[in-house]
């Protein structure tokens, strides 16, 4: 019995479609010619009627369909004689050139041309029309900027309004009666508009928008700020006036003085001290973690590591001794800790020497001093001990260690003691 082979199935049916969609004739030419007819006759009509409209697509494709029903039933029994090897282009001919299937070809080449033919001018006129707008568009602008330029050129003929009403002359220089505009003034040193605020009472103890008081302000004028000072001092500013600002916790108390120490601006304290500002009154400070810190202006210009605005204070009379030789213990700390060159190093040095307690305060200060170390390596060792394992040769050596230190405390204590009476 012989093998029925795929092929065997397939072979047939596939050579009588492809004989349908494109018949090896010489008269096959003359589909695509008018094809090619109706696809320009549809161009045409879609350059008048500016889109294709659906009707065109759905009529040649239904007439396509329509067209290569009838020939199915031609094709099958076609197929079914299809084994006799003598008849077989005779009969896929005869299937071929059935009127249906001549329908169907003629249907298929239009639908093809007129939808290829249709998108490519979709495609063309939407490009032109884009053109066009743009063109227009351009035209418009064009009138725009002529009528913007000639009312430019009318407006730099009027003079404009002068009064002697400082907010009246503010509005005409376009400057708002607001803090934020005051505060931008003398942020830049504009000395003409600040002039103008003041001479209208401005209010110098309110923040701006974004929370920031004078202070603040003041300190970020890089170009004049002892001029900006002298204004606002003439119109009746207190130099040691505490202004509020936000803190980590709560509000911090801010000065004039305070604030230049922070921002490292050394011709804006040269100004304050001039204005008789106070160095050695308490002030506050960013500590750790933005936490305000209880310190005084000397000691808070070597936290910052301002040394020349320490020296400068020094120069302008501040007292080392104030809060209890504060600023001499931040020197010490700083010490301790510091990690510099050589000429800072040696600067700190001086520094510190210079700040160094005299008398029976130098006594009691170095004791105290050492006993906060004394109490840190205490701290120190005890957290040590509690790590290492209880018998070991560290762990004796730590113990002992503790109580060497607690023994010195117990005498520094003592020692204080009798100094303080």
Same mark, same amino acid.
């Given at each position: 019995?012989?093998?029925?082979?795929?092929?065997?199935?397939?072979?047939?049916?596939?050579?009588?479609?492809?004989?349908?969609?494109?018949?090896?004739?010489?008269?096959?030419?003359?589909?695509?010619?008018?094809?090619?007819?109706?696809?320009?006759?549809?161009?045409?009509?879609?350059?008048?009627?500016?889109?294709?409209?659906?009707?065109?697509?759905?009529?040649?494709?239904?007439?396509?369909?329509?067209?290569?029903?009838? /020939?199915?039933?031609?094709?099958?029994?076609?197929?079914?004689?299809?084994?006799?090897?003598?008849?077989?282009?005779?009969?896929?001919?005869?299937?071929?050139?059935?009127?249906? /299937?001549?329908?169907?070809?003629?249907?298929?080449?239009?639908?093809?041309?007129?939808?290829?033919?249709?998108?490519?001018?979709?495609?063309?006129?939407?490009?032109?029309?884009?053109?066009?707008?743009?063109?227009?568009?351009?035209?418009?602008?064009?009138? =725009?900027?002529?009528?913007?330029?000639?009312?430019?050129?009318?407006?730099?003929? =009027?003079?404009?309004?002068?009064?002697?009403?400082?907010?009246?002359?503010?509005?005409?220089?376009?400057?708002?009666?607001?803090?934020?505009?005051?505060?931008?003034?003398?942020?830049?040193?504009?000395?003409?508009?600040?002039?103008?605020?003041?001479?209208?009472?401005?209010?110098?103890?309110?923040?701006?928008?974004?929370?920031?008081?004078?202070?603040?302000?003041?300190?970020?004028?890089?170009?004049?700020?002892?001029?900006?000072?002298?204004?606002?001092?003439?119109?009746?500013?207190?130099?040691?006036?505490?202004?509020?600002?936000?803190?980590?916790?709560?509000?911090?108390?801010?000065?004039?003085?305070?604030?230049?120490?922070?921002?490292?601006?050394?011709?804006?304290?040269?100004?304050?001290? &001039?204005?008789?500002?106070?160095?050695?009154?308490? =002030?506050?400070?960013?500590?750790?973690?933005?936490?305000?810190?209880?310190?005084?202006?000397?000691?808070?210009?070597?936290?910052?590591?301002?040394?020349?605005?320490?020296?400068?204070?020094?120069?302008?009379?501040?007292?080392?001794?104030?809060?209890?030789?504060?600023?001499?213990?931040?020197?010490?700390?700083?010490?301790?800790?510091?990690?510099?060159?050589?000429?800072?190093?040696?600067?700190?040095?001086?520094?510190?020497?210079?700040?160094?307690?005299?008398?029976?305060?130098?006594?009691?200060?170095?004791?105290?001093?050492?006993?906060?170390? =004394?109490?840190? &390596?205490?701290?120190?060792?005890?957290?040590?001990?509690?790590?290492?394992?209880?018998?070991?040769?560290?762990?004796?050596?730590?113990?002992?260690?503790?109580?060497?230190?607690?023994?010195?405390?117990?005498?520094?204590?003592?020692?204080?003691?009798?100094?303080? &009476?």
């Amino acid at each position: 019995m012989p093998q029925l082979r795929l092929l065997d199935i397939l072979e047939p049916k596939v050579l009588v479609w492809r004989q349908i969609i494109w018949p090896e004739r010489k008269a096959a030419w003359l589909y695509s010619v008018i094809g090619a007819v109706l696809g320009t006759f549809s161009h045409l009509v879609t350059v008048l009627l500016r889109a294709v409209h659906p009707r065109w697509l759905l009529f040649f494709f239904g007439l396509g369909v329509i067209g290569v029903v009838p /020939c199915h039933r031609r094709v099958r029994k076609a197929l079914r004689d299809f084994s006799d090897d003598g008849t077989q282009d005779a009969k896929v001919d005869a299937a071929v050139q059935c009127g249906p /299937c001549t329908v169907f070809r003629f249907c298929l080449f239009s639908f093809l041309a007129v939808l290829l033919l249709a998108e490519t001018s979709a495609g063309q006129l939407s490009t032109e029309a884009i053109a066009e707008r743009l063109r227009s568009m351009n035209s418009k602008l064009d009138d =725009i900027s002529s009528g913007v330029a000639k009312v430019d050129s009318k407006l730099q003929g =009027i003079k404009k309004e002068t009064s002697d009403d400082p907010r009246k002359e503010l509005a005409n220089r376009g400057v708002l009666w607001t803090v934020d505009a005051f505060f931008d003034a003398i942020r830049r040193g504009d000395d003409a508009t600040v002039k103008l605020f003041l001479a209208g009472r401005m209010t110098t103890d309110s923040p701006d928008s974004q929370g920031r008081p004078l202070p603040v302000i003041l300190a970020l004028n890089t170009s004049n700020a002892a001029a900006m000072l002298d204004l606002l001092v003439g119109a009746g500013l207190d130099v040691n006036h505490p202004y509020e600002v936000a803190g980590a916790l709560h509000q911090q108390r801010m000065t004039l003085l305070s604030r230049a120490i922070e921002k490292g601006s050394t011709p804006l304290v040269e100004a304050l001290i &001039k204005r008789h500002a106070d160095a050695n009154s308490p =002030i506050q400070t960013f500590g750790a973690m933005g936490l305000t810190r209880d310190t005084y202006p000397l000691a808070s210009a070597i936290y910052w590591k301002q040394w020349d605005i320490a020296q400068l204070l020094l120069e302008a009379g501040a007292d080392p001794a104030a809060g209890d030789y504060a600023a001499y213990r931040q020197a010490r700390a700083l010490r301790e800790k510091f990690n510099a060159d050589a000429d800072i190093g040696r600067r700190l040095d001086a520094l510190t020497e210079r700040l160094r307690p005299r008398g029976t305060a130098a006594a009691r200060v170095e004791g105290e001093l050492r006993l906060q170390d =004394i109490e840190q &390596k205490l701290n120190q060792a005890a957290l040590a001990a509690l790590r290492t394992p209880p018998g070991g040769t560290e762990r004796r050596r730590l113990d002992a260690e503790y109580d060497r230190l607690q023994i010195e405390r117990t005498k520094l204590r003592n020692d204080l003691n009798e100094i303080r &009476k």
